[in-house]
């Protein structure tokens, strides 16, 4: 079936079925709608009714894959519904890190694209500020690994920034990744694993 649809998703017919299952409310049906549209080469028409269908699309996972399909769009106004509805999502986590920011390098997978450093700094700006617990460390090390995609002076200043206002478990540990970056390390993951390697030991109840 998928090859198929892989097939004839460029098909008008196609596209308008993908575009009624977006004006579903059963998120099953939600999720093809996406997946058929978005494996089309006429997403990028049809950006007014994704916006549309973004407000009335409560489940993570249909989300995911709706900034998954928008973000292989390279027009600025494909780039501009990414981000918006990037920081909708944040937005409506409340606070917490669920959704995407329990699912940062999920979402986040392809390089950062030139032009679009700050954009994606304001938004991890916001998700550090959630309220992480120290059960959350997984979150937390994947958006801090989002902040080491930006360049390393950006990410840099950003940690600094950020470091006073966290719990004092995850302060701890972005301290020892700012003082390796400063010794002139510079690979993520060696940077991502130093933070991990500070956490101490969760406390057994």
Same mark, same amino acid.
């Given at each position: 079936?998928?090859?198929?649809?892989?097939?004839?998703? /460029?098909?008008?017919?196609?596209?308008?079925?993908?575009?009624?299952?977006?004006?579903?409310?059963?998120?099953?049906?939600?999720? /093809?709608?996406?997946?058929?549209?978005?494996?089309?080469?006429?997403?990028?028409?049809?950006?007014?009714?994704?916006?549309?269908?973004?407000?009335?699309?409560?489940?993570?996972?249909?989300?995911?894959?709706?900034?998954?399909?928008?973000?292989?769009?390279?027009?600025?106004?494909?780039?501009?519904?990414?981000?918006?509805?990037?920081?909708?999502?944040?937005?409506?986590?409340?606070?917490?890190?669920?959704?995407?920011?329990?699912?940062?390098?999920?979402?986040?997978?392809?390089?950062?694209?030139?032009?679009?450093? /700050?954009?994606?700094?304001?938004?991890?700006?916001?998700?550090?500020?959630?309220?992480?617990?120290?059960?959350?460390?997984?979150?937390?090390?994947?958006? @801090?690994?989002?902040?080491? /995609?930006?360049?390393?002076?950006?990410?840099?200043?950003?940690?600094?920034?950020?470091?006073?206002?966290?719990?004092?478990?995850?302060?701890?540990? @972005?301290?020892?990744?700012?003082?390796?970056?400063?010794?002139?390390?510079?690979?993520?993951?060696?940077?991502?694993?130093?933070?991990?390697?500070?956490?101490?030991?969760?406390?057994?109840?």
């Amino acid at each position: 079936m998928f090859d198929a649809l892989n097939k004839y998703s /460029n098909d008008p017919w196609w596209v308008d079925r993908s575009l009624g299952l977006l004006r579903e409310s059963d998120p099953e049906l939600q999720w /093809n709608g996406v997946w058929i549209l978005g494996d089309s080469t006429r997403m990028g028409e049809h950006l007014p009714e994704v916006r549309e269908f973004w407000k009335r699309a409560p489940e993570w996972p249909v989300q995911k894959l709706t900034l998954e399909k928008l973000e292989r769009l390279t027009t600025a106004e494909g780039r501009e519904t990414f981000w918006g509805c990037a920081e909708d999502a944040v937005r409506s986590s409340g606070g917490k890190p669920t959704g995407i920011i329990a699912d940062w390098e999920g979402v986040f997978i392809q390089p950062l694209r030139l032009g679009e450093e /700050n954009r994606y700094a304001a938004l991890l700006r916001q998700a550090l500020g959630s309220g992480f617990q120290e059960s959350d460390r997984n979150p937390f090390s994947s958006v @801090v690994g989002g902040v080491l /995609n930006l360049p390393i002076p950006q990410a840099l200043q950003l940690l600094e920034e950020l470091q006073p206002s966290l719990r004092p478990v995850f302060s701890k540990a @972005v301290a020892a990744v700012l003082e390796k970056v400063r010794a002139g390390e510079t690979r993520k993951s060696v940077l991502v694993e130093v933070l991990r390697a500070s956490y101490p030991a969760l406390s057994e109840r």
